[in-house]
């Protein structure tokens, strides 16, 4: 296993890539109490459209199929259930669809070997029958309904509809009830074969435990040794560097008008430490532009265009980018406005390096706090795996930045014929 | 576990050690008896006083102190447990040891804080107090932004009309309009030497020096003994409570109330807690098994136990035309537990979910705070370990006698608009 320690943390992290292609990931936190493993594919709502290693055809599935799979994998041959195997040793289980990721995972506080033996033997052993796969139609079909009746849900994929013409990030990832009414067996054994192939998933568990000794268990309970030798290709459709739509309004029963206002970014094809260092420059702009210290977040807040609800985010991928700002709003229309006149206005002036210094502190700080939460830290590791991203690699690419980084970033964003605005107004 | 210091009658500091995190947490809470006349003040207090204090002047100075320290995080708010109303202010920092040039981040954390609740400004700042006075009506107006979290909301409004506990968190948006900042700054002089105002710091800090921060923040204040609430259960009615709410909505909502006639600090309130995780609390429970695994009604089917209030609550999202079959599934569920079926493995995994979950709090610094606030609230001081040495020594018998004195009180239903028009 090859092993690095942070030395700013003090925390320590192991590696390996065991035959079978999967790679595992091992960080001891030896005075914690509870543990953590996290199985995860790189396979998620967007992969809808793909050839298989070995077959030259391409193979489209519908929308949607990535998210019942996480569903029906917890069917097991047996019969059994798989919640029940994890509670016999106080294992709590859940499990995730994202656009890019599918995963599994458990917390405990007892028993977790046992717990991660549960784990690997579950999710390596698929078992789907035409009745099984028909009984999950109606609890699926009630989660879309739930997602349907969601503001902030359907705030965000407007949005998404809005800034991309092609690309399937737009897509709600449970699919809709008429494109998954085409699921079967089949086409989920098909996805199963293909994106489970242990060569194409990543374990990361930590928690107070013995490094070696998960080492074997994990190795032990591999089945399947028979990694890809060729990439599986994916297939997404070209998607045009303008925005698809300006504006969106939707009428749900909500109190007060809520708003999301983003921007494309064209900067992307990219992932490994490019990304990641791309991902902490934005941070620090991000936080420097609309943070809670920042001039345009207190004349907003001031005036009551904006209150404590709003927020921002940028999505850092490999196929897509984008900056989003969102909030709740008498007018939305106004905040629209006003932010776009403040960048511009910010763009002439110059960005603060006095501003610069202070957030920058304040991303180490994130940082430090990050290995707080075992979990949350488990899922960003896992997430910026699967971009190539080696998240011990943080400090490295951090203390790189320089304020001439930020503001040639800063000048290669927010042109506002790529910024776009979803709305929800009452009903 | 838990160093607990008395600085006044009305006031204690607590420490608790919690070495491993990278950080350190702190939460000051004030707390009041529920009552409706209060309610409004209450609400909006902690955001008006975050807005400045005579050391830091106003939010953006605040911030860009917080950010000075790494980035410390600081929030205010409103709580409601059993018959308290608590003004919240809890703030977290990277661990002294974390801090690059030796900075002491703890205490200078704890002393804005304590700046913010101890020494507002002479006057309240007038656009600020209304600006926050509409951000809380807002606030009381979203409550049906999130139909799932409004109808169980809904829910608990139904079943304690005649209780003290029907007083809204957030307060009311009528008396809210009303509120002026000298009324509501006489009311925070008056408060703020009369209440219960337990600090607690958890994670790793020197806790005498806090202690001598404490001190010298209230030394100007002439203290008045604090009220304490006294606790009460909800009551039982006169026949079951229906409720149906209409919203252009696709899903359906339930929400039902059930009365436990059994109190906090009641002998068997620890084998309620077990009961309604049988019932439903996690993906062990009969109510994630049947109404979803089973039947496929939902996509989420649980109950909430309310400890101090005596009641649980059953939530479910579902098909609208499946109202009456989801109903008499957690009837029926009910019922089962009722006459003693439940099995050694939903005991044994229910009793593990518990376990799991309150081992857990050795690793989070706002759980650990929660839980040992919630339990000096009421009064009862238990240790985590006492906790579950308790759950671990119930038996199925102990289930049964606390699930059959449960009753439905309430169904709360929201409804589409269209349903029911068309076919």
Redesign the interface.
């Given at each position: 296993m090859e092993k690095r320690i942070d030395k700013?943390?003090g925390e320590c992290l192991y590696f390996e890539k065991d035959k079978s292609g999967l790679s595992i990931y091992i960080m001891p936190?030896k005075?914690?109490?509870?543990s953590y493993a996290i199985f995860a594919t790189k396979y998620g709502s967007v992969d809808s459209e793909f050839v298989v290693p070995n077959e030259t055809d391409v193979t489209k599935v519908p929308d949607g199929i990535a998210h019942y799979l996480e569903h029906k994998m917890f069917d097991q041959p047996d019969g059994s259930?798989v919640?029940?195997k994890f509670?016999?040793?106080?294992?709590?289980?859940n499990a995730y669809t994202s656009f890019n990721m599918t995963a599994y995972l458990f917390?405990?506080?007892?028993h977790f070997y046992e717990n991660l033996e549960t784990l690997m033997d579950y999710v390596q052993s698929p078992y789907f029958t035409k009745e099984s796969v028909q009984?999950?139609?109606?609890?699926?079909?009630?989660?879309i309904?739930?997602y349907?009746?969601?503001?902030p849900w359907r705030l965000f994929f407007n949005f998404l509809g809005l800034l991309y013409h092609n690309n399937p990030v737009k897509l709600d990832i449970a699919g809709t009830v008429k494109s998954i009414s085409r699921i079967d067996e089949n086409l989920l054994y098909k996805c199963y074969n293909t994106f489970y192939n242990l060569s194409n998933m990543t374990l990361f568990v930590t928690g107070n435990l013995d490094p070696e000794k998960t080492l074997e268990i994990i190795k032990k309970n591999i089945k399947n040794v028979n990694p890809f030798t060729e990439e599986i290709k994916r297939i997404y459709p070209d998607e045009p560097k303008t925005v698809a739509g300006k504006f969106k309004t939707q009428?749900?029963?909500?109190?007060?008008p809520m708003f999301m206002i983003g921007w494309k970014d064209n900067d992307v094809g990219f992932d490994g430490k490019k990304l990641l260092k791309k991902s902490i420059e934005m941070e620090i702009l991000l936080e420097m532009i609309f943070?809670?210290?920042s001039a345009l977040y207190?004349e907003l807040?001031?005036e009551?265009l904006i209150?404590?609800s709003f927020s921002f985010e940028f999505a850092p991928q490999k196929d897509y980018s984008y900056i989003e700002i969102d909030g709740?709003s008498e007018n939305p229309k106004a905040v629209y406005e006003r932010v776009n006149a403040y960048i511009k206005k910010l763009k002439n002036d110059g960005l603060s390096e006095a501003d610069f210094d202070?957030?920058k502190?304040?991303?180490?700080?994130?940082y430090?706090?990050s290995?707080?939460?075992?979990e949350g830290y488990s899922n960003t590791f896992i997430t910026m795996s699967l971009l190539d991203i080696n998240y011990f690699d943080y400090y490295d690419e951090y203390q790189k930045i320089t304020f001439s980084d930020i503001s040639e970033r800063f000048s290669k964003l927010f042109d506002e014929d790529l910024c776009v605005m979803s709305e929800i107004q009452p009903? | 576990m838990i160093n607990s210091i008395s600085i006044n009658e009305n006031i204690s500091l607590n420490y608790i050690p919690m070495?491993?995190?990278?950080?350190t947490t702190i939460g000051i809470y004030l707390s009041r008896e529920l009552n409706k006349d209060e309610a409004s003040k209450n609400a909006i207090l902690p955001h008006i006083l975050k807005n400045g204090c005579k050391e830091f002047e106003n939010?953006?100075k605040i911030?860009?102190f917080?950010?000075?320290?790494?980035?410390?995080k600081m929030s205010a708010g409103i709580s409601k447990k059993g018959n308290f109303h608590i003004l919240c202010f809890e703030g977290?920092?990277?661990s002294d040891k974390?801090a690059?040039n030796g900075e002491k981040l703890t205490h200078e954390l704890l002393k804005l804080l304590l700046s913010i609740l101890f020494d507002a400004k002479d006057e309240f700042d007038g656009?600020?107090f209304?600006?926050e006075r509409?951000?809380s009506i807002?606030k009381i107006?979203?409550?049906?932004?999130?139909?799932?979290i409004y109808a169980n909301y809904r829910c608990q409004e139904e079943m304690s009309k005649d209780d003290i506990f029907s007083v809204p968190r957030l307060g009311y948006a009528e008396d809210m309009e009303k509120l002026t900042k000298e009324e509501v700054y006489r009311y925070y002089k008056k408060i703020i030497k009369s209440s219960i105002i337990d600090i607690f710091v958890c994670g790793d800090t020197d806790i005498d020096d806090l202690k001598k921060l404490v001190t010298k923040a209230i030394n100007n204040i002439d203290f008045e003994p604090a009220k304490r609430a006294k606790d009460s259960i909800l009551k039982d009615k006169n026949a079951v409570n229906f409720v149906t709410e209409k919203?252009?909505?696709?899903?359906g909502k339930l929400s039902m109330g059930f009365l436990t006639h059994i109190g906090a600090t009641d002998e068997d309130s620890i084998a309620l807690v077990l009961a309604n995780t049988i019932f439903g609390g996690?993906?062990?429970s009969k109510l994630?098994?049947n109404v979803?695994?089973k039947l496929?009604?939902?996509?989420?089917a649980g109950s909430v136990l309310n400890r101090a209030k005596g009641f649980l609550t059953v939530n479910a999202?579902?098909?609208i035309e499946n109202f009456e079959k989801t109903k008499e599934e957690i009837l029926l569920q009910l019922d089962e537990m009722k006459n003693g079926n439940i099995s050694d493995?939903e005991i044994?995994?229910?009793k593990?979910?518990i376990?799991?979950s309150l081992?857990?709090y050795?690793?989070?610094q706002f759980e650990m705070i929660s839980y040992y606030h919630g339990e000096r609230l009421m009064q009862s001081d238990m240790e985590i370990r006492d906790y579950k040495d308790k759950i671990l020594r119930l038996k199925k018998d102990d289930v049964v006698r606390v699930m059959s004195k449960v009753t439905l009180d309430t169904v709360y239903f929201i409804t589409g608009v269209d349903y029911g028009k068309e076919n």
């Open positions: 700013h943390s936190r005075d914690y109490t509870g259930n919640f029940e509670s016999k040793f106080g294992g709590e289980a917390s405990a506080t007892e009984k999950e139609q109606g609890i699926i079909a009630q989660e309904g739930m349907d009746d969601n503001a009428k749900i029963s909500v109190a007060m943070g809670k210290g207190n807040y001031s009551g209150n404590q709740q202070r957030i502190k304040v991303i180490w700080g994130d430090i706090r290995f707080n939460d075992i009903d | 070495e491993k995190l990278k950080t939010r953006t911030e860009h917080l950010e000075n320290l790494y980035g410390a977290e920092t990277i974390f690059p656009d600020a209304l600006t509409q951000n807002t107006k979203s409550m049906i932004n999130d139909k799932r919203f252009n909505v696709t899903q996690g993906a062990q994630f098994n979803r695994e496929s009604l939902a996509y989420y999202g579902i098909e493995e044994e995994s229910s593990n979910f376990i799991n081992n857990s050795d690793d989070d």
